[in-house]
């Protein structure tokens, strides 16, 4: 017996039920979920004895199959094999169809598609059981299925939220960006005594944002651009802070009027 397998201790042991079997399960103090190799062998009936020396024959089943103590209901504290349950889908790649009988080999299917996954969860979750999963449970019209399913819709509205704003965000940066490399230019070619003054500008800019956020959420795009392109258009100009001082008050009145469609409020 290695070091390894002699410093392995359990710290926490569970029966598992897995379609009508019981399987003995710890989890070690290197915090591992081990399977007993024999339940596993006694629930599909083939030999212990043969699948121990295959384990013992393959280079990654052998580091993770370790003598283990574990509590039986008889005989007290006995050491047993017990395999790490990440190499659990490996070792049952290793078993045949054919090498079973004919009744077992649908058992065999089922270990091989869900035993880990359920040894795992007894441990996480405290799930007990692998004869019902998740989306059986989630059929029934139970209380604490209508609960979960409500939970699920609100995380994924959430989720969806979140990805618009993220989006948003990004796309306003990159707006602002642009502002301010226009804000070089129009300094240098402008004359600021026709157009309107910085704060009048920021007027301008905040309505236009309040409108192509409230439409955003409607459309899930970046809307910034629509918007700007249809106050140029209206006023023939290519940046808002080209707008004609005489023309200040239309804009904000043409801005304000679009926004109150959208969101029944207005900008100020």
Do not use: C
């Given at each position: 017996m290695s070091e390894e397998s002699r410093s392995l201790q359990p710290v926490e042991q569970k029966i598992v039920e897995f379609y009508g079997d019981e399987l003995v399960a710890v989890r070690a103090n290197d915090n591992h979920i081990y399977v007993s190799l024999r339940h596993l062998c006694q629930a599909l009936g083939i030999d212990v004895q043969a699948q121990t020396r295959r384990c013992r024959r393959h280079t990654i089943l052998?580091?993770?199959?370790?003598q283990v103590p574990i509590m039986t209901p008889n005989r007290g504290?006995?050491?047993?094999?017990?395999?790490?349950?990440?190499?659990?889908?490996?070792?049952?790649?290793?078993?045949?169809?054919?090498?079973?009988?004919?009744?077992?080999?649908p058992k065999l299917l089922h270990f091989q598609?869900?035993?880990?996954?359920?040894?795992?969860?007894?441990?996480?979750?405290?799930?007990?059981?692998?004869?019902?999963?998740?989306?059986?449970?989630?059929?029934t019209d139970s209380p604490a299925a209508q609960a979960y399913r409500m939970a699920a819709a609100i995380m994924k509205m959430a989720h969806?939220?979140?990805?618009?704003?993220?989006?948003?965000?990004?796309?306003?940066?990159?707006?602002?960006?642009?502002?301010?490399?226009?804000?070089?230019?129009?300094?240098?070619?402008g004359d600021p005594g026709?157009?309107?003054t910085p704060s009048q500008a920021m007027q301008i800019s905040q309505a236009v944002k309040a409108i192509a956020m409230e439409m955003s959420k409607r459309s899930g795009r970046?809307?910034?651009?629509?918007?700007?392109?249809?106050?140029?258009r209206k006023f023939e100009i290519t940046s808002y802070k080209l707008l004609p001082a005489s023309k200040f008050e239309e804009a904000m009145a043409f801005l304000n009027e679009w926004y109150q469609s959208l969101s029944g409020k207005t900008l100020f």
């Open positions: 052998d580091k993770g199959l370790h504290e006995q050491q047993a094999y017990m395999l790490r349950v990440d190499l659990v889908p490996l070792f049952l790649s290793g078993i045949s169809a054919k090498a079973v009988n004919p009744d077992v080999r598609e869900e035993a880990a996954k359920v040894l795992w969860e007894a441990f996480q979750e405290g799930r007990l059981t692998g004869s019902m999963n998740i989306d059986e449970l989630l059929a969806q939220q979140m990805l618009l704003e993220a989006q948003l965000e990004t796309h306003t940066a990159q707006l602002v960006d642009h502002e301010k490399r226009l804000e070089q230019i129009e300094e240098q070619l026709r157009h309107i970046n809307e910034y651009g629509g918007v700007y392109g249809e106050l140029y």
